[in-house]
Every structure is written in structure tokens, then in C-alpha cells.
């Protein structure tokens, strides 16, 4: 995601904290989960922001080189139900409220875990989504009624 420097949304995007599962312990980081622990234990799950994420997400552990440092989990804004109520329709989902626990953008989000990824369902759910509501925006634009 580094297209954008200067981008405000990118910048909160990439800021979001997303539920991940650390695959191996993690020494001096307990401070990361809010507890007094002083480590991270292997299969902990916690939420980072994705900068840190998508960075931990792709290197190798030490101990298993066929394992990660960790796992990233689809967050709520795009989980099951999210994507199922949009598809069933896009204009009875209130993007602002998932934008709001996405850290930006819904949108730009989405984008950012894809960047990571390739998902087929998020990107089904984003390419629908904004092709639904642009519709509609265009259509209460100039003044055309279903």
C-alpha cells in the first residue's frame, strides 16, 4: 500500500487494528495484549495494527519454516454476515459504522487486507458493494427514481 504516501485514508487504513494469532511466543511483547504477561504465548490471539501485521504476516518462524510469526484473521467489518448482508443489499449496510471499527475507510480497508491477500469473497463483497451504491448516488443525482 505504499502507492499513496501522502493519503490520509491509507494512513488510517493502515492503522486499523486487526485480530491476528501468533503462531509462535513472542519474548518482552506481552505488553502488546494490555496484560501484565511479560511474553506472548504461541496461539494467543490479539489485535495489532496492520502495518505491523502484514510486516509479521510474511516472515518465516525460526522454528518452522513452513509457519509464520502469525496468522491474520478477517476482521468484523468484513466477516461472513458482513459480506452476506451485502450481498443481499448493499444500500441496508451502514458502511460509516464498520468504517468506524475498521480504523478509515471501509473501503480503503478492504483494499489494504487485499493488498495482502487475494480474497475472492472480500473482493466480490467491495466490487458489489461500490458498484451498488454508485448506482444509487447516481441515480438520486440526477433525479432518476426506481
Not at 504516501?5 to 487504513?13: E, F, G, I, R, V
Request: charged letters at 20%; hydrophobic letters at 40%; aromatic letters at 12%.
Amino acid at each position: 500500500m505504499d502507492d499513496a504516501y501522502y493519503s490520509l485514508d491509507q494512513l488510517l487504513a493502515e492503522n486499523q487494528k486487526i485480530p491476528c494469532i501468533f503462531n509462535i511466543a513472542v519474548p518482552g511483547m506481552g505488553y502488546l495484549e494490555g496484560t501484565n504477561e511479560r511474553d506472548i504465548q504461541p496461539y494467543t490471539p490479539i489485535e495489532i495494527p496492520f502495518w505491523l501485521a502484514s510486516i509479521l504476516s510474511q516472515q518465516d518462524n525460526p522454528e518452522d519454516e513452513s509457519q509464520n510469526y502469525l496468522t491474520i484473521q478477517i476482521p468484523k467489518a468484513f466477516n461472513l454476515q458482513i459480506r452476506n448482508a451485502l450481498s443481499a443489499s448493499t444500500k441496508n449496510v451502514n458502511l460509516k459504522n464498520l468504517a468506524a471499527n475498521s480504523g478509515g475507510g471501509w473501503y480503503e480497508s478492504g483494499m489494504a487486507l487485499l493488498d495482502m491477500y487475494v480474497f475472492a469473497l472480500l473482493f466480490s463483497s467491495l466490487l458489489l458493494s461500490f458498484f451498488q451504491r454508485k448506482k444509487v448516488v447516481h441515480d438520486s443525482l440526477f433525479g432518476k427514481q426506481d
